[in-house]
């Protein structure tokens, strides 16, 4: 089956192309952050001028044409109540001109998925840390969704470090940014909040911003990333234990650090677990991963009527049936 898949959670307008589960194409356009964070109007604005555009490379990466299409899906949420509308309207007028059956996608799920494809992973722990999510999750085979094991009481990391980047007045002021300045850094002691599986970042961007008159900017970058990815892998290992997995894999935007990924891995060797991760454009927001989850979902006949589609910024993952 040939499937179109867009996603438009946040500042990421992204067009994937998939037949029988293999990439074919996954163009993107962003909205340039740069040092205000996302205003969703703005962003929403952005995505809808970039739109066509995105869908034309799309096809012409792929070297098919549209009336090809068998399938559209699209982010339903969570995300940014504008920026997911942008994606549901062109998904539902590509899927009305072709006539052709359109899938809701769950965001979190389209991120698990296609990590457990090029990590070869069935049945994974999986650690998904991107802007708006932290969550440890895995498959309830019972009912068919993933459970939420632990996740964030206030923010997601990746929002942490880049709101901290912001008061410390980094250019830009991403996570990337504080991930480069953390080489040369050495700790200072920040607050550490895990309660079982879950964990609280926002006392950790304050703190560090209070710090920054009497303490270097590299310090700060390094001991801000320390304490966070310390966390993450305090709460993971401890749901390693619970599940007894045997497999681990680590998905989102943040996934896409290297340090994390060092530190998760050295995590899963002591427990003799396998580890894995994505590639870097498939942890970050993209549309084939929603193509990916949208063509499994119509091969099992979850396709939604055109009345039925909507968006849902809230919509959590144990909402959502696996495909
Ligand atoms: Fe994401």
Not at 161 to 182: C, H, K, M, Q, Y
């Amino acid at each position: 089956m040939l499937v179109l898949g867009i996603e438009s959670s946040a500042h990421t307008f992204g067009v994937g192309i998939v037949r029988n589960g293999k990439i074919l194409a996954n163009p993107k356009a962003m909205f340039k952050i740069e040092n205000k964070g996302l205003i969703p109007a703005e962003v929403a604005e952005t995505h809808a001028v970039n739109a066509a555009g995105v869908v034309s490379d799309a096809l012409e990466l792929a070297g098919i044409k549209m009336r090809e299409i068998q399938g559209v899906g699209y982010t339903r949420g969570p995300g940014l109540g504008p920026c997911l509308q942008v994606g549901e309207l062109t998904a539902k007028t590509i899927a009305k001109r072709l006539g052709v059956a359109i899938a809701q996608v769950n965001h979190a799920m389209a991120h698990v998925e296609i990590t457990k494809k090029f990590a070869k992973m069935q049945d994974p722990l999986v650690l998904y840390v991107s802007g708006g999510n932290s969550q440890i999750l895995k498959k309830n085979e019972k009912f068919l969704h993933y459970s939420v094991l632990g996740e964030t009481f206030d923010i997601g990391v990746g929002n942490m470090l880049d709101s901290f980047a912001r008061e410390i007045g980094l250019n830009p002021a991403w996570g990337s940014t504080v991930a480069r300045l953390a080489e040369g850094g050495r700790y200072v002691k920040l607050p550490y909040k895990v309660k079982g599986m879950d964990f609280s970042f926002t006392g950790i961007a304050t703190s560090a911003a209070k710090m920054k008159e009497r303490e270097s900017v590299e310090d700060l970058c390094f001991s801000v990333q320390e304490t966070a990815f310390s966390m993450l892998c305090e709460a993971t290992e401890r749901a390693m234990l619970l599940t007894r997995s045997r497999e681990l894999c680590v998905c989102g935007g943040v996934a896409q650090s290297n340090r994390l990924r060092q530190m998760l891995g050295l995590l899963a060797k002591e427990h003799k677990v396998r580890f894995g991760y994505a590639p870097d454009q498939f942890n970050a927001d993209n549309g084939a991963m929603i193509a990916f989850v949208a063509e499994k979902m119509l091969k099992r006949g979850m396709e939604s009527k055109l009345s039925e589609c909507g968006i849902e910024q809230r919509y959590r993952i144990e909402d959502a049936v696996i495909a």
